[in-house]
């Protein structure tokens, strides 16, 4: 009898060490993969540092796969694309689409400063629009085209136009978070 305790507790212990090392392990993945998709969102896709242009693989995969940027790019911003978007956790895309639709219509210009708002309690909206901006921008269709795999702007004034709806949207933010610190500054 004490021989099958033995064997019992020995196999609980195995498996309750394995499943640890195995939760831990699951957990750094998690952490990991958390890690690289906040990175992402803070990167702009294209950034001078010193005499190097540095080029973010979420632009890489615009410049690569024509089917995926058809999706970045649609004749049409609508919002059934940009929620499958935020559903997918492909937020930046998402941004993109908010950009886009912004100017549309009063109702539009709500529902995408509410739901930039929301994000910000969770992210940094005024940095991350503007790195959202020059994620895809410079790869519109409506601003240029893409030449041997280069971006050449052709519409320096559609770009212009997208680049002051972000800063109008951030200029939202920024009230929003001020309005805010005064709120609680008040309390």
């Known amino acids: 009898m004490l021989k099958y305790i033995f064997f019992f507790l020995s196999f609980v212990a195995t498996n309750v060490l394995f499943g640890q090392n195995n939760k831990e392990e699951k957990n750094d993945i998690a952490s990991n993969v958390i890690k690289e ?9 294209l950034e001078l540092k010193g005499d190097s ?15 995926y940027r058809k999706t970045i790019y649609p004749e049409i911003y609508s919002w059934e694309p940009a929620i499958q978007f935020i559903q997918k956790e492909e937020l930046k895309p998402a941004f993109w689409y ?10 539009n210009k709500e529902l995408v400063i509410k739901s930039v708002i ?14 959202t901006f020059y994620t895809y921008s410079f790869l519109d269709p409506e601003i240029g085209k893409i030449n041997n795999g280069v971006p050449e702007i052709i519409r320096p004034d559609v770009l ?7 800063n109008e949207i951030v200029s939202y933010v920024q009230a929003f978070r001020k309005n805010q610190e005064n709120d609680n500054r008040s309390q």
């Open 37 to 45: 998709w906040l990175i992402d969102l803070n990167q702009k896709g």
């Open 53 to 67: 242009l540095i080029v973010s693989q979420e632009v890489l995969k615009v410049l690569d796969d024509e089917a």
């Open 98 to 107: 908010f950009i886009n639709m912004y100017p549309e219509n009063e109702k």
């Open 118 to 131: 929301t994000y910000d309690q969770l992210f940094k909206m005024d940095e991350l629009l503007i790195n």
């Open 160 to 166: 212009e136009k997208k680049l002051k709806v972000v």
